[in-house]
C-alpha cells in the first residue's frame, strides 16, 4: 500500500559528561554504564539487524558532544568492559541461585542474554559504539544530528556570545565525529526562543525541533515542517504520539506486565552476597537486576510480583499495534479532510528505550518491523529527507517553549536551583572577557591551554543536567559540587592567565579529568567585532 502519511521519530541521546579518572567505581559513571547496556547497545543491535533484513529503520539519532565524548573515553570503555564482566559474574551466582526458581530463573537468563550482547558488541568494535552508529548513517540507514556543547538550555543563556559559543563548538565536534557536517539540531530540552534562529543559521543547520504550542495554530497544526524567516527549517513535535511512549501514567511504559525500574538485587540481595559489585564505600546502589513488574499502580515496591518476560513481549506486541493504528487514523482523519500527506514527529529520549522501559527497544523494532509486514499506509523518514522532498515550507514565527514541566523553563529556574544561575554567569561573563582581552594575542602554550581550559569548565558549568538534578532532587549534592567545580575552576584559571602564574600541574589534572573538545579554541567565546 502507498503511504498517506510519514512518521519521524527522533531519539535525542545525551548524559552529562561525567569522567573521573582518579575512582575505580564512581558511582555516577554507573549512569552511563547502564544507559550503554541497556539502551544503547540494544538500540544499535536492533538497527543492525533490521538493516541487515533489508529493513531500513528511517529513524533519527541526536547524539550530545558529551555522550560522544564519554563513547571515545579509552578509559571509560575500560571501565566499561569491567563493570560487563562483574554483571556477568554476579548473573552467573544468580542462574545458580534461581535454579529451583523457575520464574525468576527466566529472568536472570535474560539478563545473561542482555550483558553478553553489550560484550559481543564491545568486543566486535573494539568498544568504540560511534563507530557502529557511523556505518548505519553512512549507509542511509539513519541520520543523526548534534545538540549543543554540554546542553546548555539556550533561552537561559544571557550573552550571546554563550549562545554562540554552545552551537560552534558543537558543529565542530560533530564533523570531527562523523566526518560530516550535521544537518540539524536538537535543541536541549527542546527549549526555543526566537533570537536562536540566527545563531542555528550561522551554524550551518538547516532544521531543528520545538514543542507543540510553540508553532501556534497554522492550518496544519504540527502535521507539517514549517521554517523561520531566515529559512530554518521546523518540526514540530506530536504530543499525543510522544504521551503514548514516554508516560508512565497514561502511557506504554506504565503497564503492569512491564519491569518495574525502582526495585534492584543492589537493594534487596544480602549486602555480603551484593558488597563485591558495590561501590568502594559499600553503600547500596542499583545494579542492573530487577526481576520484578510494574504489577499496578499504588502497589509498594515490596508487593511487586515476578517479572514475566514473555508476558512482557505480548504486551509490546499489543501495544505497537496500538500505537500504528492511532498513527493511521490520525493519517487517515488528516488525509480525508485536507488531502494532504501529513507528518508525524515523534521525540523522545533515547534512554526511555531499554533504561527506564525495559521494553522500549523492542517496542520500537516491533514498530518499524509492522509497518513493512502490515504493508501500512505509512513511512519512516528522516528530517532531511522530508525536506529535500517537500514544497517550500510554511514561514512562521515560533513562541517560546521547552518540553518540560508546564511547557516553559519551570525545572531549570525554580525556588530548588536558581542560586546556581550567579555562579554560572560569573565564569560566563569572565571567560568571555578574557576571551576578549587575549584573541588576537600571541600567547606560548601554557597559557593558551589554560584558556582553552577554561572555555571546558565554562560549557560544563552551562549544562542543563545541574539544574535539572537539583529540581527533582536526585544526586542534588553531586549536581551542586559539579557545577560550583567548574564555575570555580574556569575563574581560577582565567585569573591565573591574568597574573600570568598558571600552575601547570592543576591544569593538566584538569586536562585529564575534562578532556573533551580537543580543538577547542577559547577565542569562540570573544565578542562578534564592530567595525
Same mark, same amino acid.
Given at each position: 500500500?502507498?503511504?498517506?502519511?510519514?512518521?519521524?521519530?527522533?531519539?535525542?541521546?545525551?548524559?552529562?559528561?561525567?569522567?573521573?579518572?582518579?575512582?575505580?567505581?564512581?558511582?555516577?559513571?554507573?549512569?552511563?554504564?547502564?544507559?550503554?547496556?541497556?539502551?544503547?547497545?540494544?538500540?544499535?543491535?536492533?538497527?543492525?539487524?533490521?538493516?541487515?533484513?533489508?529493513?531500513?529503520?528511517?529513524?533519527?539519532?541526536?547524539?550530545?558532544?558529551?555522550?560522544?565524548?564519554?563513547?571515545?573515553?579509552? %578509559?571509560?570503555?575500560?571501565?566499561?568492559? /569491567?563493570? !560487563?564482566?562483574?554483571?556477568?559474574?554476579?548473573?552467573?551466582?544468580?542462574?545458580?541461585?534461581?535454579?529451583?526458581?523457575? #520464574?525468576?530463573?527466566?529472568?536472570?537468563?535474560?539478563?545473561?542474554?542482555?550483558?553478553?550482547? %553489550?560484550?559481543?558488541?564491545?568486543?566486535?568494535?573494539?568498544?568504540?559504539?560511534?563507530?557502529?552508529?557511523?556505518?548505519?548513517?553512512?549507509?542511509?540507514?539513519?541520520?543523526?544530528?548534534?545538540?549543543?556543547?554540554?546542553?546548555?538550555?539556550?533561552?537561559?543563556?544571557?550573552?550571546?556570545?554563550?549562545?554562540? #559559543? $554552545?552551537?560552534?563548538? &558543537? &558543529?565542530?565536534?560533530?564533523?570531527?565525529?562523523?566526518?560530516?557536517?550535521?544537518?540539524?539540531?536538537?535543541?536541549?530540552?527542546? +527549549?526555543?526562543?526566537?533570537?536562536?534562529?540566527?545563531?542555528?543559521?550561522?551554524?550551518?543547520?538547516?532544521?531543528?525541533?520545538?514543542?507543540?504550542?510553540?508553532?501556534?495554530?497554522?492550518?496544519?497544526?504540527?502535521?507539517?515542517?514549517?521554517?523561520?524567516?531566515?529559512?530554518?527549517?521546523?518540526?514540530?513535535?506530536? %504530543?499525543?504520539?510522544?504521551?503514548?511512549?514516554?508516560?508512565?501514567?497514561?502511557?506504554?511504559?506504565?503497564?503492569? &506486565?512491564?519491569?518495574?525500574?525502582?526495585?534492584?538485587?543492589?537493594?534487596?540481595?544480602?549486602?555480603?552476597?551484593?558488597?563485591?559489585?558495590?561501590? +568502594?564505600?559499600?553503600?547500596?546502589?542499583? /545494579?542492573?537486576?530487577?526481576?520484578?513488574?510494574?504489577?499496578?499502580?499504588?502497589?509498594?515496591?515490596?508487593?511487586?510480583?515476578?517479572?514475566? =518476560?514473555? &508476558?512482557?513481549?505480548?504486551?509490546?506486541?499489543?501495544?505497537?499495534?496500538?500505537?500504528?493504528? *492511532?498513527?493511521?487514523?490520525? !493519517?487517515?482523519?488528516?488525509?480525508?479532510?485536507?488531502?494532504?500527506?501529513?507528518?508525524?514527529?515523534?521525540?523522545?529520549?533515547?534512554?526511555?528505550?531499554?533504561?527506564?522501559?525495559?521494553?522500549? =527497544?523492542?517496542? /520500537?523494532?516491533?514498530?518499524?518491523?509492522?509497518?513493512?509486514?502490515?504493508?501500512?499506509?505509512?513511512?519512516? !523518514?528522516?528530517?532531511?529527507?522530508?525536506?529535500?522532498?517537500?514544497?517550500?515550507?510554511?514561514?512562521?514565527?515560533?513562541?517560546?517553549?521547552?518540553?518540560?514541566?508546564?511547557?516553559?523553563?519551570?525545572?531549570?529556574?525554580?525556588?530548588?536551583?536558581?542560586?546556581?544561575?550567579?555562579?554560572?554567569?560569573?565564569?560566563?561573563?569572565?571567560?568571555?572577557?578574557?576571551?576578549?582581552?587575549?584573541?588576537? $594575542?600571541?600567547?606560548?602554550?601554557?597559557?593558551?591551554?589554560?584558556?582553552?581550559?577554561?572555555?571546558?569548565?565554562?560549557?560544563?558549568?552551562?549544562?542543563?543536567?545541574?539544574?535539572?538534578?537539583?529540581?527533582?532532587?536526585?544526586?542534588?549534592?553531586? #549536581?551542586?559540587?559539579?557545577?560550583?567545580?567548574? +564555575?570555580?575552576?574556569?575563574?581560577?584559571?582565567?585569573?591565573? !592567565?591574568?597574573?600570568?602564574?598558571?600552575?601547570?600541574?592543576?591544569? %593538566?589534572?584538569?586536562?585529564?579529568?575534562?578532556?573533551?573538545?580537543?580543538? /577547542?579554541?577559547? *577565542?569562540?567565546?570573544?565578542?562578534?567585532?564592530?567595525?
Amino acid at each position: 500500500m502507498s503511504s498517506r502519511g510519514s512518521l519521524m521519530f527522533l531519539l535525542h541521546a545525551h548524559l552529562p559528561y561525567v569522567n573521573h579518572p582518579q575512582d575505580s567505581a564512581f558511582l555516577e559513571e554507573n549512569w552511563f554504564f547502564e544507559a550503554v547496556v541497556e539502551a544503547y547497545v540494544p538500540l544499535i543491535v536492533s538497527l543492525e539487524r533490521l538493516a541487515s533484513e533489508g529493513i531500513r529503520p528511517g529513524i533519527t539519532l541526536s547524539i550530545s558532544p558529551t555522550l560522544g565524548a564519554m563513547l571515545e573515553n579509552e %578509559a571509560l570503555e575500560t571501565k566499561l568492559g /569491567l563493570y !560487563v564482566e562483574s554483571r556477568l559474574e554476579l548473573i552467573e551466582k544468580e542462574l545458580e541461585r534461581a535454579q529451583n526458581d523457575p #520464574a525468576l530463573l527466566r529472568t536472570v537468563q535474560l539478563y545473561r542474554d542482555l550483558y553478553e550482547s %553489550a560484550a559481543k558488541l564491545l568486543h566486535k568494535y573494539s568498544g568504540d559504539l560511534i563507530t557502529p552508529l557511523k556505518a548505519l548513517q553512512h549507509a542511509g540507514q539513519i541520520e543523526i544530528i548534534t545538540t549543543a556543547a554540554t546542553h546548555a538550555v539556550l533561552p537561559l543563556l544571557e550573552r550571546p556570545e554563550a549562545v554562540r #559559543a $554552545q552551537l560552534s563548538v &558543537a &558543529a565542530e565536534d560533530y564533523l570531527d565525529r562523523f566526518n560530516r557536517k550535521s544537518a540539524g539540531f536538537w535543541l536541549p530540552e527542546c +527549549a526555543y526562543e526566537p533570537r536562536l534562529n540566527s545563531y542555528l543559521k550561522l551554524s550551518g543547520f538547516n532544521y531543528t525541533f520545538t514543542e507543540t504550542h510553540s508553532v501556534g495554530g497554522p492550518p496544519d497544526g504540527v502535521y507539517s515542517p514549517y521554517r523561520t524567516s531566515n529559512g530554518v527549517g521546523l518540526f514540530a513535535r506530536d %504530543a499525543a504520539s510522544s504521551r503514548e511512549v514516554w508516560s508512565s501514567r497514561g502511557g506504554y511504559p506504565g503497564d503492569p &506486565a512491564y519491569r518495574e525500574f525502582y526495585r534492584d538485587l543492589g537493594y534487596d540481595g544480602d549486602l555480603e552476597y551484593v558488597r563485591p559489585y558495590l561501590g +568502594a564505600d559499600g553503600a547500596r546502589r542499583p /545494579l542492573g537486576l530487577k526481576y520484578y513488574r510494574i504489577t499496578g499502580a499504588g502497589k509498594d515496591l515490596a508487593e511487586k510480583q515476578y517479572y514475566d =518476560p514473555d &508476558a512482557a513481549l505480548a504486551r509490546v506486541q499489543e501495544h505497537a499495534a496500538d500505537f500504528l493504528e *492511532r498513527r493511521v487514523k490520525d !493519517v487517515d482523519g488528516f488525509y480525508a479532510s485536507r488531502g494532504g500527506r501529513p507528518l508525524i514527529v515523534s521525540c523522545y529520549d533515547a534512554e526511555l528505550f531499554g533504561h527506564w522501559w525495559f521494553e522500549g =527497544p523492542a517496542f /520500537l523494532e516491533t514498530v518499524i518491523r509492522r509497518i513493512r509486514q502490515e504493508r501500512l499506509p505509512l513511512q519512516f !523518514v528522516t528530517p532531511s529527507e522530508y525536506l529535500n522532498s517537500c514544497q517550500e515550507p510554511q514561514e512562521i514565527s515560533p513562541r517560546v517553549s521547552s518540553w518540560g514541566e508546564n511547557g516553559y523553563f519551570d525545572p531549570w529556574v525554580n525556588e530548588s536551583n536558581d542560586f546556581i544561575y550567579p555562579a554560572v554567569y560569573a565564569a560566563t561573563d569572565k571567560m568571555i572577557e578574557t576571551a576578549n582581552r587575549f584573541r588576537n $594575542q600571541d600567547l606560548d602554550n601554557i597559557n593558551a591551554r589554560a584558556l582553552n581550559q577554561a572555555a571546558r569548565e565554562t560549557l560544563l558549568a552551562q549544562s542543563s543536567d545541574w539544574a535539572f538534578l537539583l529540581y527533582i532532587g536526585s544526586h542534588s549534592a553531586y #549536581a551542586q559540587g559539579r557545577l560550583e567545580e567548574h +564555575a570555580s575552576n574556569a575563574l581560577k584559571l582565567l585569573g591565573e !592567565v591574568i597574573e600570568k602564574r598558571v600552575d601547570e600541574q592543576s591544569l %593538566a589534572g584538569l586536562e585529564k579529568k575534562n578532556n573533551l573538545f580537543h580543538r /577547542l579554541d577559547f *577565542r569562540v567565546f570573544a565578542s562578534v567585532s564592530r567595525f
